[in-house]
Nanobody, 128 residues
Framework: QVQLVESGGGLVQAGDSLRLSCAAS????????MGWFRQAPGKEREIVAG????????YYADSVKGRFTISRDNTKNTVYLQMSNLKPEDTAVYYC?????????????????????WGQGTQVTVSS
């Protein structure tokens, strides 16, 4: 079974950058659509970015568009979230997710219940 492990979170100041990584075990990772979600205290988990299995297509939430970039390296079984110009409102636990129920699909998935595999999360805190 594929396991997802996030890393790269931390405490930064507003305007700084961070790169989150999500390393996956399993041979079929490269065929899964992936997503990054976040959950701030007292708020529901929300989509941040999504990427198709091939990496050709990406989606970004309006709140991060132009500041965050999702990418993947299927040779390393890793998906990344490059975050730039971080704001205090980006403070949250960030989770990566995989949709293993469909291989090599063309879509990007935006809903929590469309993903069946989740990492444990990594904390990102942005101070003002």
């Amino acid at each position: 079974q594929v396991q997802l492990v996030e890393s790269g979170g931390g405490l930064v100041q507003a305007g700084d950058s961070l790169r989150l990584s999500c390393a996956a075990s399993g041979r079929t990772f490269s065929r899964y659509a992936m997503g990054w979600f976040r959950q701030a205290p007292g708020k529901e988990r929300e989509i941040v970015a999504g990427i198709s299995w091939s990496g050709v297509s990406q989606y970004y939430a309006d709140s991060v568009k132009g500041r965050f970039t999702i990418s993947r390296d299927n040779t390393k079984n890793t998906v990344y979230l490059q975050m730039s110009n971080l704001k205090p409102e980006d403070t949250a636990v960030y989770y990566c997710a995989a949709r293993s129920t469909q291989i090599m699909g063309l879509r990007i998935y935006l809903q929590i219940d469309e993903y069946d595999l989740w990492g444990q999360g990594t904390q990102v805190t942005v101070s003002s």
